[in-house]
């Protein structure tokens, strides 16, 4: 759910509608940290990590799964030590390093100065602050559902905003993106419970568990990812949010929203498949 503002739209909540909370922690975190080796190009890289404020957004989500991390504990089904296996698994600079490091090779070599230029701006930075702001907001799941509940309003209406969030959802390929990787985060979760030994599913069962999943998970992710851009835009002014779709058409725009995706989608699959040993290792202990 990446726009080209940043990974604020990528989506962390939705394996299935009833796997909400597993996928937000899936999508959060790594497990492995990777050496940061930053190309001769990697300027305008660095640049855009730091005028998107991606640390912030790495931030809120390390807060986000350290809130999942508690709940999945809540009813007694991990063992002593649960949450700080969650809390090395949640290593906000690990978290950083695998998204810069994947980032910035999948940029590559591409002028970035007009995404900078929109970004440096006071628009772009309104955009980022209002996204940082919602995605923080939506850690309360009253708020989320309030999100949820604005778009089913407006769905199928001729609501101006909504139109312009639907050209914005197309420029950026936010549903089906991000579709992709959810379910490979999901395929990438059994095989750590297998690793750790506690899925004897073989390669082409999780596959196929994982997409017998695909339109649950695409019906639940369009309603979070107009939700949350409903939310997070409503103050932008028309002319603003045209201006940033419009960039999203662009090669540069294209450029980014590829790289955010490659990023964050490193972390995704990261995470999934350390929680997937880890909660099979604590299954374990427990019947000891």
């Known amino acids: 759910m990446l726009g080209i503002a940043g990974p604020i739209a990528y989506l962390t909540g939705n394996l299935t509608a009833g796997d909400r909370h597993m996928l937000r922690a899936l999508a959060l975190s790594t497990c492995l940290a990777f050496p940061i080796t930053l190309s001769a190009e990697s300027g305008d890289a660095e640049a855009l990590i730091e005028t998107m404020q991606l640390q912030e957004m790495v931030d809120i989500m390390r807060a986000e799964g350290l809130d999942y991390g508690e709940e999945l504990g809540a009813d007694g089904a991990r063992g002593p030590g649960w949450m700080q296996v969650v809390d090395r698994i949640y290593d ?70 909504l139109a312009q969030i ?83 058409d662009t090669e540069a725009g294209d450029a980014l929203n590829q790289a955010l995706f490659a990023g964050f989608n490193a972390m995704y699959e990261e995470i999934s498949y350390a929680l997937g040993v880890a909660m099979a290792r604590q299954a374990q202990v427990q019947e000891l």
Not at 97 to 115: I, N, V
Not at 186 to 210: C, K, P
């Open 166 to 248: 639907d050209d914005f959802v197309a420029a950026n390929d936010l549903i089906e993106s991000n579709v992709v990787g959810a379910l490979n985060a999901n395929i990438v979760f059994f095989r750590g419970m297998a690793d750790g030994g506690a899925s004897d599913l073989t390669e082409d069962q999780i596959f196929a568990n994982a997409w017998a999943q695909e339109e649950e998970t695409r019906a639940d992710t369009r309603e979070w990812v107009y939700g949350f851009l409903l939310m997070a835009y409503r103050p932008l002014a028309d002319d603003v949010l045209d201006t940033y779709t419009e960039l999203s």
């Open 92 to 161: 906000a600079e690990r978290m950083m390093a695998t998204m810069e490091t994947t980032f910035t090779a999948a940029l590559g070599d591409t002028d970035m100065g007009p995404m900078l230029e929109f970004f440096r701006s006071d628009d772009g930075q309104e955009v980022i602050a209002l996204e940082l702001s919602a995605r923080e907001a939506m850690m309360d799941e009253a708020v989320e559902e309030a999100a949820r509940e604005a778009f089913r309003v407006v769905e199928d209406t001729d609501d101006a905003r």
